[in-house]
């Protein structure tokens, strides 16, 4: 019965002491930026030669980051010897260099990466002021961009263009943890259970600066963001419509395929939730957006990569098919082989054709 009890006990200690590990690369904001897995093997101009991976042979346009300097790659042009060949727009680093591929192809600002005109502003949250990109346009709905963990606002530069054609001003914030940001108390993420009220902050900053309503942009914990804003902010009838990107729906959903693509057992998963609670006061019940709907459900565009490897598409599918139901007008998108947040990546111009399609419908006028 001793040894029963002991294994027991060390079985419950090993379970806690993953969790609480399984936590910390949850809510920790120093865990969230991913290391330079990839290396450069040489460099002529207009082509760069990168080490085989799952990463660097991937298809489409993307950001090439190193430490101190980053480019654009586009597509593959050869793979041979170990090597992929990409076309390339910029100076590559050295050879042997450790480098990055990100979604946020241009890690400036709008001007530098794509000729919009623009203000830094600050946002008055409850924590502090949180910088934020304002490209002006002529309308009155703006859009709210929102970005993902570990991200910064250089996500909106992807389609900041798109939304300018539209005449839509774009308000890109960042949010408590964030670099320029203020911190959380406990110097914690709480996965959109208080970053949706610097959100609110940014929502009255545009209702106060000639916004008659907005459009609120979230790519992945973005959506969970705006998904709690959804349901929580007094400010949410001033939405008009939502875009998300490859959104966070179900925080449960998205460790269980976290966990099984880190080879963790999926039985850590209820107890990194239970320590999460512990540290941060999370209740992840209440991200499950098919389950426990907002209560301001706006014209919904929600666009997820097949090959998403972070966040589950299937999570995304079922809020879609659970819609009709919500009464929540949604339109899902999928597009097939595309990772992370990459719908745009792996086809800029069919991307932008949706996006623009829908809020030609929605809220353009």
Do not use: C, K
């Amino acid at each position: 019965m001793i040894t029963v009890v002991v294994v027991s006990v060390l079985l419950s200690a090993g379970a806690l002491g993953g969790g609480w590990y399984y936590s910390g690369e949850l809510l920790d904001p120093a865990n969230a930026r991913p290391g330079y897995r990839d290396e450069v093997v040489s460099s002529t101009a207009g082509t760069v030669v990168l080490r085989e991976s799952r990463v660097t042979a991937l298809p489409g346009t993307w950001g090439l980051v190193w430490p101190g300097g980053s480019a654009e790659v586009g597509a593959v042009v050869e793979r041979a010897g170990g090597g992929v060949v990409r076309e390339l727009r910029g100076a590559a680093p050295p050879d042997g260099t450790r480098v990055r591929l990100e979604t946020a192809v241009w890690p400036t600002d709008p001007r530098t990466a794509r000729g919009l005109d623009y203000a830094e502003v600050p946002i008055r949250t409850e924590l502090g002021d949180a910088p934020a990109w304002l490209v002006p346009a002529t309308s009155s709905t703006w859009v709210v961009a929102v970005h993902g963990r570990g991200g910064s606002r250089a996500e909106v530069l992807r389609v900041a263009p798109t939304l300018h054609a539209l005449g839509l001003p774009v308000l890109a914030v960042t949010y408590r943890n964030d670099e320029g940001a203020p911190r959380s108390p406990d110097g914690l993420y709480h996965l959109g259970d208080t970053e949706w009220r610097d959100v609110e902050a940014a929502v009255r900053y545009a209702l106060e600066h000639g916004a008659r309503e907005v459009v609120l942009y979230g790519w992945s914990m973005g959506g969970a963001v705006v998904g709690q804003f959804l349901g929580r902010s007094a400010e949410a009838g001033a939405v008009a419509a939502v875009v998300l990107d490859a959104p966070v729906v179900s925080w449960t959903r998205t460790l269980e395929l976290q966990s099984r693509r880190r080879g963790v057992p999926e039985a850590f998963v209820p107890v990194a939730e239970l320590v999460s609670d512990w540290r941060a006061d999370l209740d992840f019940d209440r991200f499950d957006l098919a389950e426990h709907p907002p209560a301001h459900r706006p014209p919904t565009l929600l666009v997820h990569g097949g090959a998403d490897g972070t966040v589950p598409a299937g999570a995304s599918r079922d809020l879609a098919a659970a819609a009709p139901g919500l009464d929540w007008p949604v339109r899902y998108v999928e597009v097939p082989g595309a990772e992370h947040t990459a719908a745009w990546n792996a086809d800029p111009a069919a991307y932008e054709r949706v996006v623009a399609g829908f809020l030609r419908a929605e809220v353009v006028r």
